[in-house]
């Protein structure tokens, strides 16, 4: 599959549809004099926009990097969702505007039947296109279109509540047009900042998806002469643009051409399997002498009476410099993780107090349940 050309032919079957539909709307609502229909025609209008936006996202995205960007332009579709969100605030804001006019201004409506049948009509219209665009954003991988399709059906569901009015108003003459228009707007308001919420922390920068870190840390842990997975850190560039590191645990007697082999074959098992191009640094396990496996055992111990500290990894003893290295990671729940340190590093150095204790204080950037 053409990820980009599948992206861009389901915008173009946005664009034809809530183009017809502002159409419709924007007649039916003129001839009615509904301002609840003008309302949902001109959100129409900005969801044609929302896909040439998604479109040109698509495009750019996919350009070659530079010198400038070696990292390419992936992450434009983020800020293309971002805009998209931007545009259906716009329009929720605009709805309520024009329907407190409206009120304010005694506006009512003259539906004939079949304004009413035209409106059901829009509105399978409608659910079809919000059902179709969420089924292309997985099959592509695509927030841009997730967000179209989120705002689609949120308009279904707002048009039915239009519908609903105008059969009132047709048939028992109660005239609700511009409060149905402000629950539209509140609505689409709503959309709007689950869009921007989700895009605006995909460009700073948040944890990848705990499936996707299972899998590769599994996969690495099958690998031969592997012994522990840690430090995985995966920074994402757009979809299938990943670029990470991780460190390894392996045997303290391995040589340096095991190593280099061992990398590479990591390496490459993350480019083709999971699309990321990953950085591997190594760990020895430590435990080549009985005095070291002694110590490497007391400091585990020490390190474990504290429940904050959720993971530990990387010792690395030296018994003639009396240097005992160590990382911890502590839980995002504690509140002053930096007392938790000193009090590790304290109880250590009380421990074995004839060594230089190297604490690292590590974050959790993509461990998982049974790599603690």
């Known amino acids: 599959m053409n990820r980009e050309k599948e992206i861009i032919k389901t915008s173009i079957v946005g664009i034809i549809g809530n183009i017809l539909l502002v159409i419709a709307k924007i007649i039916i609502g003129i001839i009615a004099s509904s301002i609840s229909i003008i309302v949902d025609g001109i959100n129409n209008l900005t969801d044609a926009i929302s896909s040439i936006v998604t479109i040109l996202g698509v495009k750019l995205s996919n350009k070659k990097p530079t010198k400038k960007h070696p990292y390419g332009y992936g992450r434009i579709e983020f800020l293309s969702s971002s805009i998209i969100g931007l545009i259906i605030l716009f329009a929720g804001v605009m709805a309520i505007y024009e329907s407190i006019k409206s009120l304010i201004d005694k506006e009512e409506s003259n539906y004939s039947v079949y304004s009413l049948i035209i409106l059901g009509i829009a509105i399978v219209i409608k659910l079809a296109l919000g059902l179709y665009f969420r089924h292309k954003a997985k099959i592509t991988n695509s927030d841009a279109l997730k967000a179209s399709s989120l705002d689609a059906l949120f308009d ?24 149905v228009g402000i629950l539209i707007g509140l609505f689409i308001i709503r959309s709007a900042f689950e869009v921007l919420k989700e895009s605006v922390s995909k460009i700073i920068g948040e944890k990848q998806d705990s499936e996707f870190l299972n899998e590769i840390t599994k996969s690495i842990l099958e690998v031969d002469e592997v012994k522990g997975v840690y430090d995985l850190i995966i920074n994402n560039y757009g979809v299938d643009r990943n670029i990470g590191s991780v460190h390894v645990e392996v045997r303290d007697d391995i040589s340096a051409k095991e190593i280099q082999e061992l990398e590479r074959n990591i390496a490459y098992l993350c480019y083709i399997k999971f699309k990321t191009i990953m950085t591997v640094g190594i760990y020895a396990s430590n435990v080549l002498t009985e005095d070291e496996r002694v110590i490497k055992e007391k400091v585990l111990n020490v390190v474990s009476n504290f429940s904050e500290v959720i993971q530990s990894h990387g010792f690395y003893v030296n018994l003639n410099k009396k240097i005992i290295s160590i990382d911890i990671i502590i839980s995002y729940k504690t509140t002053n993780s930096d007392i938790v340190y000193a009090n590790v590093k304290e109880a250590l150095e009380k421990e074995f107090s004839d060594f230089d204790i190297h604490l690292v204080l590590d974050k959790d950037y993509g461990m998982i349940e049974g790599n603690e």
Request: hydrophobic share 55%.
């Open 156 to 179: 279904a569901l707002l048009s039915t509540s239009t519908l609903v009015a105008a059969i009132i108003s047709y048939f028992a003459g109660l005239y609700l047009e511009g409060y």
